[in-house]
């Protein structure tokens, strides 16, 4: 069942658990924004059995780069027993609450979804299933059943032929060179792979 009232809310992290005594939490992040959990001001937390999300004051959050953590504090927030309560809770912010984006940059939930095409042929290849942030961020799409079958089979690592039934994922570069056309409106990506990229067994 989908909640319309969240349609109007970004999450932009989920806390994970307690950090030391004193009521800091550790937040995975699902947002490229740094400023969400550095800058303090007001955000909102949804927390199983919410409709809708609560407001809450950010105090103070650092990023610990090792884990892909943030440590945050927020108010109200003063011991390890009121942040185990929160230990699932979501971080959201309006979705209206967008950061200004540079011209070849994209939120990560604009990019989930999208079809994903050769550019070359047109063919449809999959659909973004997920974002993957490393140096250069990675796409996971979910390829096609199409896609595979037309090739017959598809090679696992060791060059074996594998014929397993479940859907692939393949991880893609979100570079210009390897996915040059973002056409939001139209929900797709166009990608020019490189050889062997798609690990499909010609």
Same mark, same amino acid.
């Given at each position: 069942?989908?909640?319309?009232?969240?349609?109007?809310?970004?999450?932009?992290?989920?806390?994970?658990?307690? $950090?030391?005594?004193?009521? #800091?939490?550790?937040?995975?992040?699902?947002?490229?924004?740094? #400023?969400?959990?550095? =800058?303090?001001?007001?955000?909102?937390?949804?927390?199983?059995?919410?409709? +809708?999300?609560?407001?809450?004051?950010?105090? /103070?959050?650092?990023?610990?780069?090792?884990?892909?953590?943030?440590?945050?504090?927020?108010?109200?927030?003063?011991?390890?027993?009121?942040?185990?309560?929160?230990?699932?809770?979501?971080?959201?912010?309006?979705?209206?609450?967008?950061? $200004?984006?540079? #011209?070849?940059?994209?939120?990560?939930?604009?990019?989930?979804?999208?079809?994903?095409?050769?550019?070359?042929?047109?063919?449809? =290849?999959? /659909?973004?299933?997920?974002?993957?942030?490393?140096?250069?961020?990675?796409? +996971?799409?979910?390829?096609?059943?199409?896609? /595979?079958?037309?090739?017959?089979?598809?090679?696992?690592?060791?060059?074996?032929?594998?014929?397993?039934?479940?859907?692939?994922?393949?991880?893609?570069?979100?570079?210009?060179?390897?996915?040059?056309?973002?056409?939001?409106?139209?929900?797709?990506? +166009?990608?020019?792979?490189?050889?062997?990229?798609? #690990?499909?067994?010609?």
């Amino acid at each position: 069942m989908t909640n319309d009232k969240l349609d109007n809310w970004l999450e932009i992290g989920k806390i994970v658990a307690p $950090q030391g005594l004193s009521g #800091e939490l550790r937040v995975y992040p699902v947002s490229d924004f740094p #400023e969400r959990f550095e =800058v303090p001001g007001k955000r909102w937390l949804l927390c199983s059995g919410d409709t +809708e999300p609560q407001p809450i004051e950010l105090l /103070t959050g650092r990023y610990i780069s090792n884990k892909n953590l943030y440590v945050v504090k927020l108010a109200g927030v003063e011991n390890c027993d009121r942040a185990e309560a929160l230990r699932g809770c979501k971080l959201m912010v309006p979705a209206s609450d967008r950061p $200004q984006l540079g #011209e070849d940059e994209y939120h990560v939930l604009d990019l989930i979804g999208l079809e994903v095409f050769m550019q070359a042929s047109g063919k449809l =290849v999959g /659909t973004v299933v997920d974002i993957i942030p490393a140096g250069n961020d990675l796409l +996971e799409v979910k390829l096609h059943p199409s896609f /595979t079958t037309d090739k017959g089979q598809m090679t696992n690592d060791k060059g074996q032929i594998t014929n397993d039934k479940r859907q692939k994922t393949v991880l893609i570069p979100f570079v210009e060179a390897i996915a040059p056309v973002v056409d939001l409106p139209s929900g797709r990506i +166009e990608i020019t792979p490189p050889p062997g990229l798609l #690990e499909v067994n010609n």
